[in-house]
């Protein structure tokens, strides 16, 4: 079975210091994986997706995650946080032969100081 | 272009009752997957509807139904309803049942259900 754990329930960094949420992965198989973020009150929005191609993901909004299958982890990473990321995050893998049946992490919750 | 869109945004309903959600998917989109999201955890998938026929189910009972209609749009009917339902109901459409490696999945905000 397929699975993903986030290490940390909750991140807090000051604005304009780097980002690291971290994310181990179980699959039986090449795994797609994906972070998701959510804003209060909003839906689920795609920042990045990893599918055996590059092991290093950019994403949208200055977001990037690097595949180590070898650690099995998929770690999201930002330079520098602004105030606006924080929100919700969710690592996420597929189940094999499509991208609809996600299987999501419990979240870790980001909040960003001045 | 219009992304997924559910209605309402927000239900409150009496255990035992029943209640139907709705969702559009997004233009060009043929595919609808439903997630329930209780408060504090991530998302579980519900089911798919894909060419008006469930395609595949998570495990959640027989109360939690669907149906797709002929225009792509989607229906989530869940009966006798419990406390443990309470939680936030995402649709999220794509097209091609997401077989397609650059169709992933589009969300809606949600629809918040309380039952009490």
């Known amino acids: 079975a397929q699975s993903v754990t986030q290490l940390d329930s909750h991140v807090s960094v000051s604005e304009g210091t780097p980002v690291l949420l971290r994310c181990n992965y179980s699959?039986?198989?090449?795994?797609?994986l994906f972070w998701y973020v959510q804003h209060p009150n909003k839906g689920l929005q795609l920042l990045l997706k990893y599918t055996s191609a590059a092991t290093l993901v950019k994403g949208i909004n200055g977001f990037e995650a690097e595949f180590k299958k070898s650690e099995t982890s998929f770690h999201l990473t930002k330079p520098s946080a602004h105030m606006s990321d924080a929100a919700e995050y969710f690592c996420?893998?597929?189940?094999?032969?499509?991208?609809?049946?996600?299987?999501f992490g419990a979240g870790t919750r980001l909040a960003v100081h001045p | 272009d219009a992304g997924v869109t559910q209605s309402p945004t927000h239900l409150i309903k009496t255990r035992g009752q029943q209640v139907t959600l709705r969702c559009s998917p997004k233009?060009?989109?043929?595919?609808v997957s439903w997630y329930q999201q209780a408060l504090g955890q991530g998302p579980q998938f519900i089911f798919q509807?894909?060419?008006?026929?469930?395609?595949q189910r998570g495990n959640f009972p027989d109360r939690f139904s669907g149906h797709q209609f002929p225009n792509y749009s989607s229906e989530l009917n869940v009966n006798a309803l419990l406390l443990g339902d309470s939680a936030l109901y995402l649709c999220?459409?794509?097209?091609?049942?997401?077989?397609?490696?650059?169709?992933?999945?589009?969300f809606g905000n949600g629809t918040r259900l309380t039952v009490t």
């Open positions: 999220a459409s794509s097209l091609g049942q997401g077989k397609r490696g650059n169709s992933p999945l589009h």
């Open positions: 509807y894909y060419e008006e026929e469930e395609r």
């Open positions: 233009s060009g989109h043929d595919t």
């Open positions: 996420v893998v597929s189940e094999p032969g499509g991208y609809n049946k996600l299987i």
């Open positions: 699959s039986s198989y090449s795994p797609s």
